[in-house]
Structures are given as structure tokens and as C-alpha cells.
């Protein structure tokens, strides 16, 4: 594993053990409101994370081994930028976790 790979795998860690994770919350916002704004977010995050890490094959020149690495890179990066690309939409429609 290389540093860079390693400062990372931290930097996440350490990102996750900072955040709460109980159930996003508003006063006031029934279910229905909360399911809907949990859509509209979401799916907001699915497409930033796609533009973010858009699919591809990985670079040509790479053999299975450096695109299958490059696809694995591709994937954590589009679940990182839209776990946070959701936890942003949330916050900012006023909901927060407990």
C-alpha cells in the first residue's frame, strides 16, 4: 500500500469516527417530507459523485490488474464524494443527525 493510499484509507477512518450516524431528523417534517427530501438528495449525490468519477475502464495501457485498481479507486472515490454530497443536501434542507 502506498502512502498516499494509506494517509487516505486514515483521513476516511477518521472522517467516519467524527460523524453521527443515528437517523437524519428536522422538527416538524412528517415522513413523507423526509423520504421525498431523502430522494431529492440522494439522487442529487448519485449524480455529482458520477460526474466526480465518471465509469470508464480505467486508462488503456494499465492490463486487468491496473484497471481492475483503477475501477476499485474510481468506486471508493464516487462512494466518498457521495456520502458527502448527501450528508451536504441534508444539512442544508435542515435536517441533522443525533
Same mark, same amino acid.
Given at each position: 500500500?502506498? !502512502? &498516499?493510499?494509506?494517509?487516505? @484509507? @486514515? $483521513?476516511? &477512518?477518521?472522517?467516519?469516527? /467524527? /460523524? %453521527?450516524?443515528?437517523?437524519?431528523?428536522? %422538527?416538524?417534517?412528517?415522513?413523507?417530507? @423526509? &423520504?421525498?427530501?431523502?430522494? +431529492?438528495?440522494?439522487? !442529487?449525490?448519485?449524480?455529482?459523485? $458520477?460526474?466526480?468519477? %465518471?465509469? +470508464? +475502464?480505467? %486508462?488503456?495501457? $494499465?492490463?486487468?490488474?491496473?484497471?481492475?485498481?483503477?475501477? /476499485?479507486?474510481?468506486? !471508493?472515490?464516487?462512494?466518498? &464524494?457521495?456520502?458527502?454530497?448527501?450528508?451536504?443536501?441534508? @444539512?442544508?434542507?435542515?435536517?441533522?443527525?443525533?
Amino acid at each position: 500500500m502506498t !502512502a &498516499v493510499r494509506a494517509l487516505l @484509507l @486514515l $483521513l476516511i &477512518v477518521a472522517g467516519c469516527a /467524527q /460523524q %453521527p450516524t443515528g437517523p437524519w431528523q428536522k %422538527p416538524g417534517v412528517d415522513e413523507q417530507t @423526509l &423520504v421525498r427530501d431523502t430522494a +431529492s438528495c440522494r439522487s !442529487a449525490a448519485q449524480a455529482a459523485a $458520477l460526474r466526480a468519477y %465518471p465509469s +470508464s +475502464s480505467g %486508462p488503456a495501457g $494499465l492490463g486487468a490488474g491496473g484497471a481492475i485498481a483503477a475501477q /476499485q479507486r474510481d468506486t !471508493a472515490g464516487r462512494a466518498a &464524494v457521495e456520502a458527502a454530497r448527501f450528508d451536504d443536501c441534508m @444539512l442544508g434542507k435542515g435536517y441533522r443527525r443525533l
